[in-house]
Each structure stands twice: as C-alpha cells, then as structure tokens.
C-alpha cells in the first residue's frame, strides 16, 4: 500500500508519503516527509524538535524500515537516483534490523525509538542544502552509516 498526502498549497507544498507491504522487489515500507520550505508555515514546522517528533510518530505509527525528513533540493543534491534508504536528511529514521549505528560527529543527535529503531538529527538548527557545513555534515554521516551497511536501497533491483 502506498499512500500520499500533499497540503494543497502550491507556494508552500509539503508531502508525507507512507508506504508499506509485503516485501517484494517492487515494495518497501517507508515514510518520507517533505516539508514546505518557505512561508508562516515552514517558520512553525521546520524546527528539528517539531521534525523529530513528526518522524517519530510516523514510525511508530507505520514501522517503516526508513524515513527521512528533507527537502528535494537535499535529496537530488546527495542522491542521483533518489533511491529510498540510501540517503540522510535532517531527520533520519532508521529501523534496528538494519544494523546499528555508528558513533557520529558533532553536533549530530541520535536518539532510540522505543526500542526498536533510531532517529538521527543532524543539527538543532535549520538545514539547509545552501549551508557547505550541513551538506558536509550531511556527506559524513551519510559515508559512516554507509559504511555500517545501513544506507541499502529498500528494493532489490527486478532480475
């Protein structure tokens, strides 16, 4: 089941997409929040405490195997193809059988969900994909958990 919700404003657009299933190669369970990125209501939601706690409801809500909290330009920026799973954003929700995570720099949050999953919070402040230090922080933390095997594509590619 795949489901998508977008506010209706076109100059301040935000989508949640949740999906889940039965595994299979065309199916992975995930919920990707995109949050506007200007306006009175970017200024209310884009705070990493009101993220952190939207990806945290999500997750125990659905039980995905990953969610993000980003904006399109971060993720064209860090991920050719966009693939579920393979990327951070500001908020990052990992599921604990992808592995466990890493130790991470400063000034990177991890914190458990229940326990059985993680959030990662990138910085308290604002990220923006225009900031050299966050898309930096952003690529590190992206190559650690990489290298810890928790960046897989959610979908095995059609044999």
Same mark, same amino acid.
């Given at each position: 089941?795949?489901?998508?919700?977008?506010?209706?404003?076109?100059?301040?657009?935000?989508v949640?997409?949740?999906?889940?299933?039965?595994?299979?190669?065309?199916?992975?369970?995930?919920?990707?929040?995109?949050?506007?990125?200007?306006?009175?209501?970017?200024?209310?939601?884009?705070?990493?405490?009101?993220?952190?706690?939207?990806?945290?409801?999500?997750?125990?809500?659905?039980?995905?195997?990953?969610?993000?909290?980003?904006?399109?330009?971060?993720?064209?920026?860090?991920?050719?193809?966009?693939d579920?799973?393979?990327?951070?954003?500001?908020?990052?929700?990992?599921? #604990?059988? &992808?592995?466990?995570?890493?130790? +991470?720099?400063? /000034?990177? *949050?991890?914190? @458990?969900?229940?326990?059985?999953?993680?959030?990662?919070v990138?910085?308290?402040?604002?990220?923006?994909?225009?900031?050299?230090?966050?898309?930096?922080l952003?690529?590190?933390? #992206?190559? &650690?958990?990489?290298?810890?095997? +928790?960046?897989? /594509?959610? *979908?095995?590619? @059609?044999?």
């Amino acid at each position: 089941m795949s489901f998508a919700a977008w506010n209706g404003e076109s100059e301040a657009t935000s989508v949640v997409h949740f999906s889940c299933g039965a595994p299979s190669p065309d199916t992975a369970d995930l919920c990707l929040l995109t949050p506007p990125s200007r306006g009175p209501t970017s200024e209310r939601i884009l705070r990493a405490s009101t993220l952190t706690q939207t990806l945290r409801a999500m997750a125990l809500a659905w039980e995905p195997s990953w969610g993000v909290v980003t904006s399109d330009e971060h993720r064209d920026r860090v991920s050719e193809f966009a693939d579920v799973g393979t990327f951070v954003g500001w908020v990052t929700y990992l599921a #604990r059988q &992808r592995g466990a995570v890493p130790s +991470l720099p400063a /000034p990177v *949050h991890v914190e @458990p969900v229940e326990d059985k999953e993680t959030l990662i919070v990138l910085t308290p402040e604002r990220f923006t994909s225009t900031r050299p230090e966050h898309v930096a922080l952003a690529a590190q933390v #992206r190559e &650690r958990l990489d290298q810890a095997g +928790l960046l897989k /594509p959610l *979908h095995a590619a @059609p044999s």
